[in-house]
């Protein structure tokens, strides 16, 4: 590969466009990285790889990281430092007449080369740095923001040299606050087949904040290996990268702060991390006033993350990690932060618990009828969603996903039965929004709902309306003011505007202040139709296993928070066991003869109107 060469000029450049970054005086090296092979040449093409081993050995070192990223040809300086602004070329000289292998060895051990990047922020065409060979990328800046991440946000042995504007040319800064760990959600096209498919995922990305470009970061891998490829929804996969990307910023904020423990790492590179430093982490969120439950939580993600460098080899302190089996019969990572040694402090295990109200308690029959009919007069466009979530026990994500070909009835309007398709169609609904947190699904599965003359009735209206709108998508069963699928978001609002006029009529009709009082006094959203689902189930008289299957859980957890105050008369691991045989393919179902036979559909027929009539 031809290096690029300076031009000569008489006078020094002008304009917004010029940047200007310290000249070290070394020779001039390619780096040709591949996966088979590293070489380091001159610009003349002279083989300097038994020259400089130290530089080779570092790259071997390093390969597990920038693999993905192979093949790689820089452009660069080999250069001895006598600090991060000086070279000393007379030594490098030295050095580069040896031929002795020992000698070289010895030479290097005292006084490693280096060879380096250099990074404009501004300016893409910088002198020492050509990536044009990174993998099928064309663009300058990215390839060159994506390399300066690779080899200096990775924190592997090198300094940061940041530019100056020609004006303030003897300014030189050596900080990290200029970049940020971020984390972004985007859309991507793969060949499946002969078609082209899009889909989400989720990248953490460094962010220059000096002009706010964002390039993709190595540690995405992380999220990749632990999450996506083991099929776990995109935003389990965002809560995860949100919470190790804080963590990495905080490392960032205590190297600027210069603490003794984190300011190593700005040398030592990522393999420096210690367990001591997410344990300083973890006191420092207890610190700030955190719930148990969310230390708890990101202390769980540092432990897969810590779990991962050490499955790739990328950080040298010798740690443990033991795991043990849980009452599902699965492996799970036990934390190593818990050492004494490490001296981490969690919060109190006797913090105030906020409790979120799960049902409607007794009273649910009539008040999920009430709710609905609120529903349909002040946000009739959500009715037939929380008909679904109160007979179906769908999440907030898993209803907007839903579109009109998921329905499966049986009779007019599900009028015997309904089961719904509940799958995820970010993709074909969502392309309009940028942030699909709130638009995830779960579980995949067929969903049973409990049929009865109020979902009918709804189901039936809603179809009118949707067929009577302007769609400019035409799969979507639930739809925005533009004709647009819903977002969670606006589902979510609209939720909250019912609640509102709900409470209000409540506390406004006589002989109904108890159930506003349990309404208005413990918090709950549209998860609460997953409860009131539940409890209907516990009424016909179905088994936890049945109730697991039926909601479409992972395992028999969340049921048993229902029906432990049932006083169940089976052993808890038989429950498990018996869950564990199930097919797959049965998550959502509930067996007809259960509907038909402990299934009063009659009990929300909408003739009985004055029984469930409010104040306004």
Known sequence: MDVMKPKASSHVPSGEEWMFEVKYDGFRGVLTWSIETIQLTSKNNKDLTSNFPEIIDFCKDQQAVVEPYLPLTLDGEIVILNNPYQANFSLLQKRGRLKNEDSIRKTASMRPASFCVLYSHRWVKTYVFDAKYYKTLDLPRLKRDILFNLFLLLWVKMEIVDVCEYEDVNILEKTLTHFRFVVRETEIEELKGNQLVKRRVVNIGIMDKRDGYIAPHPLTDFIRAKYEFKGIGISSQINAAREIVKFLNFIYEEIENGDNQFVPLKTSGLKGLRLHHASRYITYLTSKGLKRNTVMTTESYLTRFYHFLLQQELVEEDIMLEQQVNRMGSLVLLSPFTHPSLETRYPSRQEPIVNKLKDFGNNRYQLVVEF??????????????????????????????????????????????????????????????KDTKKEQVKKTRKQTVLPNNLLTEVYKKHMEMLHSKKLKNQSVLFFNSNGLAMSGYSYEQKFKKVKESFLSKLLATPGRYSDYKLLSETSWSTHIGRGIFTNFLLDMGLT?????????????????????????????????????????????????????????????TLGKRSRYSLTN
């Open 544 to 604: 936890v296993t049945q109730i697991a299957i039926a909601r479409g859980d992972s395992n028999i957890d969340s049921a048993l928070a229902y029906v432990d105050k049932k006083n169940t008369i089976k052993n808890i691991q038989e429950m498990i066991n018996e869950f564990n045989n199930i097919n797959p393919g049965d998550f959502g179902k509930i067996n007809p003869q259960s509907i038909n036979t402990h299934w009063n559909k009659d009990v929300f």
């Open 372 to 433: 609905i009919q609120e529903t349909r007069e002040v946000s009739p466009e959500i009715a037939l969603g929380i008909c679904f979530q109160f007979y179906g026990g769908l999440r907030r994500g898993e209803v907007v996903n839903l579109t009109p070909g998921c329905l499966k009835p049986q009779g007019l309007y599900g009028m015997n039965s309904l089961v719904m398709d509940v799958e995820n169609h970010q993709d074909m609904l969502f392309s309009h929004l």
